[in-house]
């Protein structure tokens, strides 16, 4: 069995991220005729068309989608293998780094991480934004460096992921609420009026599942977006928020919080980052800084 040209992967990969011959004959710098006769080769190894006409352009094979992922993360492991190691110097790093997380995670770590950031490298910029779903293509795309959540079958196998913290549910209410004043029993919880948090939209969550096992239900009078929402509801009304408790800890400021009443599983808070970028030294000092704050080591050096 003759040994493949390795070579044709970069090309393969190259194909597959743009989509277009004439595009990748662009960006690999060569005729258009050359990266023909590579594609040609292509399909001769794999046995499959990888991409046919489809009007004007050319659209990927089940086989070439299958194989985009695998391709790219083979390209990448070879580059860095291939790349001098050079020492990180962090006072000189210019950089800008997208850190995706759910609501309430700034609030919380914001302050302290970007204090830290601050002080070993001046130049590096912390670009968070909200996380309108679970769904970790946006690692995969490059959009996103790290991501905070709670890791579940929509993550993929090809994500890595590591603990940050353990987190449990608590209940919140004003300070001067009925429930900040007295013995809070299951019924006594039930028969308030909540607000419900939901990236979804959902009605009912965890805490509705072990109420319905003890014959109780919630009054849900409204459902928002997140627990900063949840919060304000809760802060200037009688509803009852229910979130977690070392995700929310600087937005509960002046409120009183208590343990639920029911048994409700607590979650595993992760960190998710795409494996082309384990070897970054930048990023894995800047994935050290997150789990660091979020284990309360936040003057811990690198």
């Known amino acids: 069995m003759s040994t493949p040209d390795l070579n044709l992967l970069v090309t393969l990969d190259v194909l597959l991220a743009e989509g277009s011959v004439a595009r990748a004959a662009r960006r690999l710098r060569l005729s258009p005729s050359a990266m023909s006769r590579a594609l040609a080769r292509l399909r001769e190894t794999t046995g499959d068309p ?7 352009g050319l659209v990927p094979t089940p086989r070439a989608l299958e194989l985009r992922e695998r391709v790219s993360q083979l390209v990448g492991d070879a580059q860095a293998v291939l790349r001098p190691q050079e020492m990180l110097d962090l006072t000189r790093l ?22 830290r950031v601050n002080r ?18 946006s690692l995969r795309d490059g959009s996103i460096d790290l991501e905070t959540g709670v890791v579940d079958q929509t993550a993929g196998p090809e994500v890595r992921a ?40 959902l009605g009912k969550g965890l805490v509705d599942e072990a109420l319905e096992q003890l014959g ?49 599983p607590g ?36």
């Open 50 to 56: 990888l991409l046919v006409r489809a009007g004007r």
């Open 94 to 115: 210019d950089r800008t780094f997208t850190l995706r997380s759910s609501d309430g995670f700034v609030e919380n770590f914001g302050p302290e991480l970007i204090a």
């Open 120 to 137: 070993e490298a001046p130049g590096v910029r912390l670009w968070f934004v909200q996380k309108a779903e679970k769904a970790t293509g």
């Open 162 to 201: 590591v603990a940050l913290f353990r987190d449990r549910f608590i209940g919140v209410v004003r300070t001067g609420h009925p429930l900040s004043e007295a013995e809070i029993t299951p019924a006594s919880y039930a028969t308030g009026r909540h607000v419900h948090a939901s990236r979804r939209g």
């Open 216 to 264: 109780l239900q919630r009054e849900m009078v409204a459902i928002v977006a997140g627990f900063a929402a949840a919060l304000a509801l809760a802060r200037a009304s009688e509803l009852i928020a229910t979130v977690p408790e070392r995700h929310t800890g600087n937005l509960r400021a002046g409120m009183t919080s208590f343990q639920l009443p029911v048994a409700v």
């Open 267 to 302: 979650i595993t808070v992760s960190l998710l980052w795409h494996p082309r970028l384990d070897a970054d030294p930048a990023h894995r000092w800047l994935r050290s800084c997150v789990r660091d704050i979020c284990a309360g080591r936040s003057n811990v050096s690198v």
